[in-house]
């Protein structure tokens, strides 16, 4: 990787008839002088930004923290729409420090739950890392991520999720954000009040920053990657169906995410829970409801404690496991994104997607804490009998229940207890993650874009979950972001390597859509492609008889 500064200096020079060590000793001076001086900043339309500099492993990074895009959500502003930033005028903007978490609330210790103090309201930020060399007339391919958390839980200033590693080891500029969760981001009225959506407007927004921004930073603007992780995945893939966001971002990256999902198919249940979140909060006295006096309803809301509406969603809703999500049928989703996939309405991109070897583990887990233990520490197996009663419940009003109980436990022997439970996780990790990701590459591949397909086999040596469990939801995240690479006594060697392989491939990915000596993924021909810290093999799939079992019900025949 050769800087823009370098390759500068060393042209000049051989303008000039003569390279010298001085001419390269200036070259490094260029590149890395900017990490002593703490501080950096970048003239932008909306005014200047104050920012820092960070290391790692001895090369310097650009990073600005905390920069707002749109107005803070708070007052009136509360639930509606986000509202575009204003200049802020001749006193720069400092941004030397990652924003407060949006306000969010678990039962469960999820690795991806921001709990940390200080969650807030005025949470609407996002920040930006930048290879040293980087600037308008040195402009790098950017990388944009969210973050995952089921639209629920997650932030941007979680130490995994720093983008310093990416942008000094890929050479990209990097962008990650916050958007409003759970009630603060998709409470639904239908009224210019509480519209829904709100979280998914916050991401456009960040979008239409990064775009209309990036280039002060050292971005290209033309080469902007989206990537996220579970419901930022999710989120991408609904953006790839959305007039709004046309032209936005140039290719992406789907972990374990998947629009092509059945989340979100009635959006009568945002409206039920919103009012039922109401009622619980005595924001409905009488005969008043969201439906015959809203903006009453709404200013009621406004009133309350964020973090309260945050706990009173799971106390509500009939299903604990699962709170408001994006909904169809407005401007940023005119239709249900889902069937656009398969029709193959969406922007034509292309994209590298995959999953983990384990997806359905935490689910299983943190649905059935009284039999395993949220990290399942309580048990590795279940009878056959117990194993039926789990499926049916992971799949309640699902229309082909009896259908999965014998595809997924159907051969398996009565006392095979580790079997069972092993089919019992895989089912759920099918249904909701592995299977959703699969339709949505084969819609992609058939519209004539180029797809990579993956799947990440390695269990960390720092994990809390429980051996059975196997590789988890999320555990591909960390070695992304470069975070064996920061805290190197906690992996192995192999891990480190593992890590370095897999940034060269994102940010590889993220500069042309081409990877080298990988085959692409269609449905008459899915190749994939695993990582595993030992030798990283392909394969077809995965999961095809078990997704192919799927398909009718998702309807991607």
Not at 33 to 41: L, Q, R, V
Request: aromatic share 12%; with cysteine.
């Amino acid at each position: 990787m050769i800087s823009c500064a370098v390759m500068a200096v060393v042209g000049f020079v051989k303008m000039m008839g003569q390279i010298s060590l001085i001419a390269l000793w200036i070259a490094v001076f260029l590149t890395h002088g900017s990490a002593d001086n703490g501080k950096t900043e970048v003239n932008t339309p909306l005014g200047k930004i104050i920012g820092k500099t960070v290391d790692f492993n001895g090369i310097s990074v650009k990073t600005y923290q905390g920069i707002s895009f749109v107005k803070p959500p708070v007052g009136d502003l509360r639930f509606k729409k986000p509202q575009p930033v204003e200049p802020w005028g001749d006193v720069p903007f400092v941004a030397d420090h990652l924003p407060p978490g949006c306000v969010q609330y678990s039962s469960n210790p999820f690795p991806w739950l921001d709990d940390l103090p200080g969650q807030s309201l005025d949470c609407l930020y996002l920040n930006v890392w930048a290879p040293a060399d980087a600037g308008p007339s040195c402009q790098k391919p950017v990388m944009f991520f969210m973050h995952g958390g089921g639209f629920r839980i997650g932030s941007s200033r979680l130490d995994y999720y720093d983008g310093r590693t990416l942008a000094a080891l890929g050479d990209v500029v990097v962008v990650t954000t916050n958007v409003r969760l759970g009630v603060e981001g998709f409470l639904y009225a239908g009224t210019e009040d509480a519209p829904g959506n709100m979280g998914l407007y916050d991401l456009l927004e960040a979008l239409k920053w990064t775009n209309t921004y990036i280039e002060n930073f050292g971005g290209n603007r033309d080469s902007i990657t989206y990537f996220g992780q579970s419901s930022g995945a999710i989120a991408g893939g609904m953006l790839m169906t959305s007039p709004l966001a046309r032209n936005l971002f140039a290719r992406a990256i789907f972990q374990s995410g998947s629009t092509a999902n059945l989340d979100g198919e009635v959006n009568d249940r945002d409206f039920e829970l919103s009012q039922g979140v109401a009622k619980a909060v005595n924001c409905t006295p009488g005969e008043q409801t969201l439906s015959n006096d809203p903006e009453k309803v709404i200013a009621c809301l406004r009133g309350k404690d964020a973090l309260e509406l945050a706990k009173t969603v799971g106390r509500v809703s009939d299903n604990p496991q699962r709170g408001l999500y994006p909904r169809f049928d407005d401007e940023i989703l005119p239709t249900n994104a889902r069937q656009q996939i398969i029709q193959g309405n969406f922007t034509n991109i292309d994209i590298l997607i995959g999953n983990n070897k384990d997806e359905g583990s935490t689910m299983i887990t943190k649905a059935n804490k009284e039999i395993f233990g949220f990290f399942g520490d309580k048990t590795d197996r279940v009878n056959k009998s117990l194993g039926e009663q789990l499926v049916r419940s992971s799949f309640k009003g699902f229309r082909g229940v009896d259908a999965v109980v014998e595809h997924y436990l159907g051969s398996v022997i009565e006392d095979d207890e580790k079997e069972v439970l092993q089919q019992v996780l895989t089912a759920s990790g099918d249904y909701a993650r592995l299977c959703p990701c699969t339709y949505l590459a084969d819609s992609v591949a058939a519209n004539g874009n180029r797809v990579y397909y993956y799947q990440f086999t390695h269990r960390p040596t720092p994990t809390p979950w429980a051996p059975w469990m196997g590789v988890v939801h999320f555990d591909e995240t960390p070695f992304v972001f470069g975070y064996p690479l920061r805290y190197p006594e906690n992996y192995s060697e192999d891990e480190r390597d593992l890590s370095r392989r897999m940034i060269a491939i994102w940010t590889g990915f993220a500069k042309n859509g081409t990877l080298k000596n990988w085959p692409l993924y269609s449905r008459s021909n899915p190749n994939y492609r695993t990582f595993d810290t030992n030798d990283e093999n392909f394969g077809t799939g995965p999961h095809l008889d078990n997704c192919n079992f799927f398909r009718s019900y998702f309807g991607f025949l």
